[in-house]
């Protein structure tokens, strides 16, 4: 009788037409071609089937109409979906309450200091239980985040993964100084006049590509590097070993590896 709306159950709601009182059919091309079903196909929303004034609308078409306008603009960020959403705290999408299971939401804000730097507050917080008025303790992720990076050091040998940083690191300089060599030796033939300037370009242009390649692929490993000697917790880190975890304030609870 008293229902509780959460953000996401509000967007979910003003992005279906549906909640207008409208019904909606033939959403999928269900037709035979040959004789035979192919896989259903959707369809465009103008070629839908409505049915206006069907049911008890949640929402007025004319609000439903504003808010596609609305999501039409650009400044309209949606539903997480088209930007990086998690850029608060590496810990977004990984965070789950004790309580209800739901994802914890991360909140930024920014108390403003005369004479000093910003402070900047990170917390994450169930909607879900606040929502449904359950008392929860907030999570602070300058705290969690150094407990989990040490509960990460302690589960995998991330020295292992430097040496094979190191090695790998090691092997594209050896590949790049070959084709380096490489290329002036073809030089050289092309200033003694044994291959001629189209075959050196030819051969320096193949050379040239192979080495752009090797250091397009070296510049990825100082940040492989960074990110198992680093002192601070990165989204890559999480994503490599981190399904979830439960956590109680600044208490973790249970982690699930991968």
């Known amino acids: ?34 004789g035979t079903k192919e896989k259903n196909r959707y369809l465009p929303k103008e070629d839908w089937g409505r049915i206006q004034h069907n049911h008890e609308a949640i929402i007025s078409q004319d609000v439903f109409d504003k808010v596609q306008e609305l999501k039409a603009n650009k400044s309209f960020k949606g539903k997480n979906t088209d930007y990086q959403w998690y850029k608060h705290s590496p810990l977004q999408g990984f965070l789950y309450c004790p309580e209800c299971g739901h994802l914890l939401s991360c ?5 403003k200091r005369i004479s000093k730097p910003d402070k900047i507050y990170r917390y994450f ?8 008025g359950v008392k929860i303790i907030g999570t602070n992720a300058d705290k969690v985040e150094p407990l989990v990076l040490d509960t990460i050091k302690a589960k995998v040998d991330l020295s292992a993964e430097i040496r094979k940083c ?5 092997n594209y300089e050896e590949l790049i100084g070959n084709l380096e060599a490489k290329k002036l030796t073809f030089y050289e033939k092309y200033k003694l006049g044994k291959i001629t300037r189209l075959d050196f370009l030819e051969e320096k242009k193949k050379l040239d590509m192979d080495i752009e390649e090797l250091k397009h692929n070296q510049k990825k490993l100082p940040a492989e590097q960074e ?11 999480m994503e490599k070993y981190i399904k979830s975890i439960i956590v109680r304030g ?6 699930e590896w991968k």
């Open 1 to 34: 009788e008293n229902p509780s709306w959460n953000f996401s159950s509000v967007v979910d709601i003003l992005a279906d037409e549906i909640y207008t009182g409208t019904y909606i059919y033939s959403r999928v091309d269900k037709s035979l071609v040959n």
């Open 107 to 111: 909140q930024k804000s920014t108390k």
């Open 125 to 132: 917080r169930c909607r879900y239980c606040k929502n449904d």
């Open 166 to 170: 190191e090695e790998q690191q090691v």
């Open 227 to 237: 990110n198992v000697q680093e002192e601070n917790l990165t989204r890559e880190l």
């Open 250 to 255: 600044n208490e973790i609870l249970k982690i």
